[in-house]
């Protein structure tokens, strides 16, 4: 029968590291210990050691399976991967004893049963000792954590951004509800509140079907896509906190996350088209082209009159595709939807906007595309954004890049 719950002993990893000196695959091995191929799977995966490739053997420095494309490796690229090895990572999962060592230019990783007892032993003790840090440490990582915190930087922006600070999230986390910041005015309470939606249960009439959505649904915007990939999506709403305003039109660039914000003092359809025509004087052809050809919008009455956003009236232009999303699916533009969650974090509901302006608007979406995502790679909107088009276009949007530590997602920012 195989065994599930217990740790491996260190007779049991210097059989494991002698199979793999003999080249047998991790289901051998689970078989001759009586354990599963996950746990055997782990154990090699967790305390395997890297031995970098030496770069002097080959012209592909950053060992990239997409070097070859790109030529311009940094080692740094959100779509990094190192060049696969199938024999190393599907059937052994290390190097030992391969007949290739020498020839190889791939980096390297070696199972020692020895400093895997080691490494188990102390991940073994060092968990069951509590807090791992001295009162000089805890100093050094409050003065680095807890102005940012109250800045309104989640702990993930802030790991991101401070490398040097060795604990991971789920750490830091429970050193804070444990109270050990609470000197410095950060616990539970202080950190970003997450936001739940609870679902209605009131039944939800459906929306008359207006004749000018023909053709411009959201099925209609899937077909569109399939025929036109290449065409980025640009996903507009708008937020408010009272409605009789003023009222923030938001545009969020699918690709980028980027995201900006027009201040309207009136919630209609020529007002927020205006907004467009603006745009499109300040930009030229090509920049608005690639950033509003394609919009994706809610069925609000500020977007109902469709001609409107799709044509110029002033030159009878044809400038955009506009699309609509069913009625009560929100979740058909989920960009613009999440990101309008650091704007109630700055602009929090129940907020007077009648001193709002739109150099303000323009500072917290500065302060918003300078967070870090985890879905771009730990990089920002901002840096994605100016990649892709260049600061001069984020320059003409009026959007900055905020130093990490100054970026500030809180009502404080104002």
Known sequence: MIEKSKQLTLSQRIKIEEMLNQRHRKFEIANELDKSQSTIAREINKHKKLKPHNPLKNDNLYNCKYFINCKKCTGKCRIFQPIPCKDRDRNIGVCNNCDKLKSCNLDKYFYKAEDAQKSYEYTLKDSRQGVNLNTSELIELAHIICPLVKKGQSIYTILNNHPEIKLCEKTIYNYIEMGLFKDWDVTNLTLKRKVRRKVSKKKLKKRKEPENYEGRTYADYLDYKILNPNVPTTEMDTVYNNQSGPYIQTFIFENTSFMIGILHKDKTADSMSKALNKLQDKLSDEEFKKLFSLLLTDRGTEFGKPQLFEINIETGEIRSKIFYCDPQQSSQKPHVENNHNFVREILP??????????????????????????????????????????????????????????????????
């Open 349 to 414: 509901s129940g907020q007077d906007w009648h001193d709002l302006i739109q150099d303000k608007v323009d500072l917290m979406f500065s302060h918003i595309n300078s967070v870090p995502r985890e879905s771009l790679g730990n990089k920002t909107p901002y840096e994605i954004f100016t990649f892709i088009y260049g600061k001069k276009l984020a320059d003409k949007l009026n959007i900055q890049k905020i130093e990490k530590d100054e970026v500030t997602t809180t009502p404080r920012l104002f």
